[in-house]
């Protein structure tokens, strides 16, 4: 049973144009998500996060929208760069048993 | 500032050979401890994970262990490899029960 979902499995965007990358959960005891970034043959680096009390939270160009009813969470990047080709993660954690759920990912082709 | 490293970068193994896949943290104390697998296709899957020296925690059965020696090091390992072992696999860190995990430079492991 996957409980973080990364439906679509890439996203190629044009440079200067906004990327949208989406995610869906199933736990409604996540209380907290974080999105990281992975380039080939690298660790995944910390992106963003969102708590459960809020509904967005904006840093530079990275903005992510919760929707807690819809249990659905975006990343928005305005403007894409080619540098943000990457793979995206999106991870949901329960404050429980501190654990982190990744789901599978989205490749990101931002196009120059 | 805390670094984490890990090596060999990249491994070929046979089918059949052992495994030992070698982790440290510098930089901080007590850490929480975690090994994930990134296969062809899938997220990132958590394999193990420690809290402190010895302690170790399975998430899902399969072909490999994990051992945690030292406070600042995580060991994966494996007595036979099996060629669904292939992967590219991560070992990362957490102060405490933080949502965050920093994650090392990864082991692209190849069984043939």
């Known amino acids: 049973d996957q409980q973080v979902k990364q439906n679509s499995p890439s996203l190629s965007v044009q440079e200067g144009r906004i990327s949208i990358l989406n995610c869906d959960y199933t736990?409604?005891?996540?209380?907290?998500f974080l999105w990281y970034k992975k380039y080939p043959a690298e660790g995944p680096t910390f992106l963003i996060s969102?708590?459960?009390?809020?509904d967005k939270n904006e840093d530079g160009r990275f903005t992510v929208f919760l929707n807690k009813s819809a249990k659905h969470l975006s990343l928005h990047i305005v403007p894409s760069q080619p540098g943000d080709s990457a793979v995206y993660f999106c991870?949901?954690?329960?404050?429980?048993?501190?654990?982190?759920?990744f789901g599978k990912g989205i490749t990101l082709s931002v196009r120059p | 500032s805390q670094t984490i490293h890990q090596w060999p970068a990249t491994l070929v193994q046979p089918v059949g050979s052992p495994l030992s896949l070698e982790c440290t943290v510098e930089?901080?104390?007590?850490?929480?401890l975690y090994w994930y697998r990134q296969a062809a296709g899938r997220g990132l899957q958590l394999l193990f994970y420690?809290?402190?020296?010895?302690?170790i925690s399975s998430e899902v059965p399969q072909n490999l262990s994990a051992s945690r020696p030292q406070d600042r090091q995580f060991i994966l390992s494996s007595k036979k490899l099996l060629l669904s072992d292939s992967g590219f696999y991560l070992c990362?860190?957490?102060?405490?029960?933080?949502?965050?995990?920093?994650f090392g430079p990864g082991t692209r492991l190849t069984v043939l």
């Open positions: 991870a949901a954690h329960t404050g429980a048993n501190s654990k982190l759920t």
């Open positions: 930089g901080t104390s007590n850490p929480n």
């Open positions: 420690s809290v402190g020296i010895g302690q």
């Open positions: 969102i708590s459960s009390i809020k």
């Open positions: 736990n409604s005891m996540f209380d907290y």
């Open positions: 990362a860190w957490s102060p405490g029960t933080s949502s965050r995990r920093v």
